[in-house]
């Protein structure tokens, strides 16, 4: 986590590093093991330059990746001054640098954070959520995508899902295959399975496991960033109040609209999809639990 005056999370940090650790062994499996079930080291060997190729464009290219899904474009001082200002006195008061500035057109009320680093990232706005909340219910979202770029959990979820877009690459080319031309319609087997099956049970397998982790690691990242801007901003209720909002508005939002910015809905304050047990957050009830007891604990005599 980058040194600033968010509050520490060391289970993020230890959860982080065991999704990456643990994803990473999955990669070195599949990688293997295709190789094993093909006979082939040179398979092995694509197999795994191109998922490090994923992970080193993920790493790179997050931000612009991040801004084209949401529709999202940077904005300058001048364009929205009074959004670059916020920004501005939460990372004086949170004494981290000023990140980009971005705003998405769109009416669906929602914020993220993408970027490889602090000094690329960007928090983005959409139009919507502009209109629907006050400007102390903003500076509560945006104190919790500020504490994303401090965590650097951005970018932890961005390169650690490219094991299961590796796997699922894999899957998909087992399906229609893809394998043939290097061996994988063969019955080498005992049961005479062809090798297209194992290559598809052990990738989709990986996927799986992959894209539970990154699940559990995201609804984990999020109650960490309610917790780090409700204490930086020392308001709770008024992020309390934002979450109603945006999934509120969310649920009264046109498919139509809801579908055009899908695509980053894992990035958003609140998932374009509410609920759900495949859900990228945790459930509104518990986040706002969460930012009650941090608001008792402020108002408690001595804190």
Same mark, same amino acid.
């Given at each position: ?109 929602? *914020?993220?954070?993408?970027? /490889? @680093? =602090? ?5 983005? $706005?959409?139009? &919507?959520?502009?209109?629907?909340? %006050? ?111 945006? *999934?509120?508005?969310?649920? /009264? @939002? =046109? ?5 055009? $910015?899908?695509? &980053?809905?894992?990035?958003?304050? %609140? ?33």
């Amino acid at each position: 986590m980058a040194r600033t005056r968010f509050v520490g999370d060391s289970g993020l940090t230890a959860r982080m590093t065991l999704v990456m650790f643990l994803l990473g062994g999955l990669f070195v499996v599949l990688v293997v093991g295709l190789a094993l079930a093909v006979r082939s080291p040179a398979l092995g060997l694509v197999i795994g330059v191109v998922g490090i190729g994923i992970a080193i464009y993920q790493w790179a290219r997050s931000d612009v990746v991040a801004m084209r899904a949401m529709r999202a474009r940077e904005v300058t001082p001048a364009e929205a001054p009074e959004l670059h200002g916020m920004v501005e006195r939460l990372c004086a008061l949170a004494d981290m640098p000023k990140p980009r500035v971005g705003v998405a057109d769109t009416p669906v009320p929602n *914020a993220f954070a993408t970027g /490889r @680093s =602090p000094d690329r990232a960007v928090v983005c $706005v959409t139009t &919507g959520i502009l209109q629907l909340l %006050t400007a102390e219910e903003l500076e509560g979202v945006l104190a919790h995508e500020l504490s994303h770029v401090a965590h650097r959990d951005v970018l932890v979820m961005t390169v650690a899902s490219s094991a299961g877009i590796a796997a699922g690459t894999l899957s998909q080319g087992a399906r229609f295959g893809g394998l043939g031309m290097m061996g994988g319609g063969r019955r080498d087997n005992r049961n005479g399975l062809p090798v297209w099956v194992l290559v598809l049970f052990l990738s989709l397998l990986v996927y799986a496991v992959s894209f539970l982790l990154l699940r559990l690691l995201s609804r984990y990242r999020e109650l960490s960033a309610d917790r780090a801007g409700a204490y930086l901003t020392l308001q709770p209720g008024h992020l309390a109040s934002a979450l109603q909002k945006i *999934a509120g508005g969310v649920e /009264r @939002s =046109p498919q139509q609209d809801l579908r055009e $910015v899908a695509a &980053g809905s894992a990035l958003c304050i %609140t998932p374009m999809s509410l609920g759900g047990l495949t859900s990228t957050h945790p459930p509104l009830q518990r986040r706002l639990e969460q930012l009650a007891r941090i608001e008792r604990d402020l108002a408690a005599p001595g804190a």
